[in-house]
C-alpha cells in the first residue's frame, strides 16, 4: 500500500507534542512494515515546501518550530519525496481549470492551489492520499482517507 501524506497529515507527524495518536497509527504502520507487511510512505515534495517555509520562518521564536523541522528532515531521509514533474504542473493546470469551469474550485483564483499538486502526483505515481480533506481530492479522481479509515492489519496469531 503506497500512502501519499498531505501536508495535514505530515503536520501531525511532525509535531513534537500534539497528535500523539497520529504517531501511534503511524508506528502501527511501520512495525507493519518491518514484519513484512506492504507499505509505503511517500512524502509530497509540496507538503514538504508548505510545512518546511512555515517553520523555517518561527525557527527564531519557537522550539516547537526547531523540533517540527528536524522530525520533518528525518522523515524526509526515512521515505521517498516524491518530486513535482512537468507531467504532474500539466496534469494540475488541466484539473484546475476544470474545477473553475464547473464551479468547484479547492482554492481561490489567486492562490496557489497546493492540494491540486499533491492530487496530480498520487495520479503519476499511483497512491492512496491520507488527508483530512478527502473531498478536495476526490473531486480530481484521487482516492484519499482520512488516517482514522487506514486501519493497520492485525497480525495473525502465530505469524
Same mark, same amino acid.
Request: charged share 30%; proline share 3%; hydrophobic share 40%.
Given at each position: 500500500?503506497?500512502?501519499?501524506?498531505?501536508?495535514?497529515?505530515?503536520?501531525?507527524?511532525?509535531?513534537?507534542?500534539?497528535?500523539?495518536?497520529?504517531?501511534? @497509527? &503511524?508506528?502501527g504502520w511501520?512495525?507493519?512494515?518491518?514484519?513484512?507487511?506492504?507499505?509505503?510512505?511517500?512524502?509530497? /515534495?509540496?507538503?514538504? &515546501?508548505?510545512?518546511?517555509?512555515?517553520?523555517? &520562518?518561527?525557527?527564531?521564536?519557537?522550539?516547537?518550530?526547531?523540533?517540527?523541522?528536524?522530525?520533518?528532515?528525518?522523515?524526509?531521509?526515512? @521515505?521517498?519525496?516524491?518530486?513535482?514533474?512537468?507531467?504532474?504542473?500539466?496534469?494540475?493546470?488541466?484539473? @484546475?481549470?476544470? /474545477?473553475?469551469?464547473?464551479?468547484?474550485?479547492?482554492?481561490?483564483?489567486?492562490?496557489?492551489?497546493?492540494?491540486?499538486?499533491?492530487?496530480?502526483?498520487?495520479?503519476?505515481?499511483?497512491?492512496?492520499?491520507v488527508t483530512?480533506?478527502?473531498?478536495?481530492?476526490?473531486?480530481?479522481?484521487?482516492? /484519499?482517507?482520512? @488516517?482514522h479509515n487506514?486501519?493497520?492489519?492485525?497480525?495473525?496469531?502465530? /505469524?
Open positions: 500500500m503506497r500512502l501519499l501524506l498531505d501536508t495535514n497529515m505530515l503536520l501531525r507527524l511532525c509535531h513534537p507534542s500534539s497528535h500523539a495518536d497520529v504517531r501511534e @497509527w &503511524y508506528r511501520l512495525n507493519h512494515g518491518r514484519a513484512g507487511g506492504d507499505v509505503e510512505f511517500v512524502i509530497s /515534495a509540496v507538503a514538504d &515546501y508548505e510545512l518546511r517555509r512555515g517553520y523555517m &520562518y518561527t525557527l527564531d521564536r519557537s522550539s516547537d518550530a526547531r523540533q517540527s523541522l528536524a522530525q520533518l528532515d528525518e522523515l524526509c531521509q526515512l @521515505w521517498e519525496v516524491q518530486q513535482i514533474s512537468a507531467r504532474n504542473l500539466h496534469d494540475a493546470a488541466s484539473m @484546475w481549470a476544470d /474545477a473553475r469551469r464547473n464551479g468547484i474550485p479547492t482554492a481561490s483564483d489567486r492562490d496557489v492551489d497546493w492540494d491540486i499538486l499533491i492530487a496530480a502526483q498520487a495520479k503519476e505515481e499511483p497512491a492512496i492520499v483530512s480533506n478527502q473531498k478536495h481530492f476526490r473531486r480530481y479522481g484521487v482516492e /484519499a482517507r482520512d @488516517w487506514i486501519l493497520v492489519p492485525e497480525e495473525k496469531p502465530g /505469524a
